[in-house]
């Protein structure tokens, strides 16, 4: 089913904004920083919101000295420093984002990325995004 802007509405599926971090980290290895990651990020929460009328992730977002910033994936990704991520991370994640084969450990479970977190509707714009982005800031 479309929706009034003729995009696809089917799944509407609001995800753990790490789930499409990780996402983008798979689809840019060694491409991007957690602060770019950051700016990414907001930028897709604001497509999502302005045209599909939904809001991607469920996670907050906060206004730091550096732009906006999701500080779930801050912390998940700060390891790296200012560095490139080279590869997404596993996370922990409660019940609700459980998936066959994660492990529980303390109450959560250990929960390895695949491609299939985010949905295959929901994938295309994330991935024109980040290689937008991206490739505005590369460097020659």
Not at 100 to 118: A, C, M, Q, S
Not at 133 to 139: C, K, N, T
Request: net charge neutral; with cysteine.
């Amino acid at each position: 089913m479309k929706d009034k802007k003729g995009l696809n509405n089917r799944a509407n599926k609001i995800y753990d904004a790490r789930f499409i971090a990780n996402f983008i980290v798979d689809q840019n290895p060694n491409k991007v920083s957690n602060l770019m990651l950051q700016k990414i990020l907001y930028y897709v929460k604001i497509y999502f919101l302005v045209k599909c009328d939904r809001n991607i992730f469920s996670n907050s977002m906060e206004k730091w000295e550096y732009g906006p910033v999701i500080p779930d994936v801050y912390h998940e990704f700060n390891n790296y420093g200012s560095e490139p991520i080279n590869a997404p991370q596993s996370l922990f994640v409660d019940e609700k984002d459980y998936t066959k084969g994660d492990r529980k450990v303390f109450g959560f479970y250990l929960h390895n990325y695949t491609k299939t977190d985010i949905e295959e509707d929901d994938q295309r714009p994330i991935e024109d995004i980040s290689k937008g982005i991206l490739s505005r800031f590369r460097e020659d």
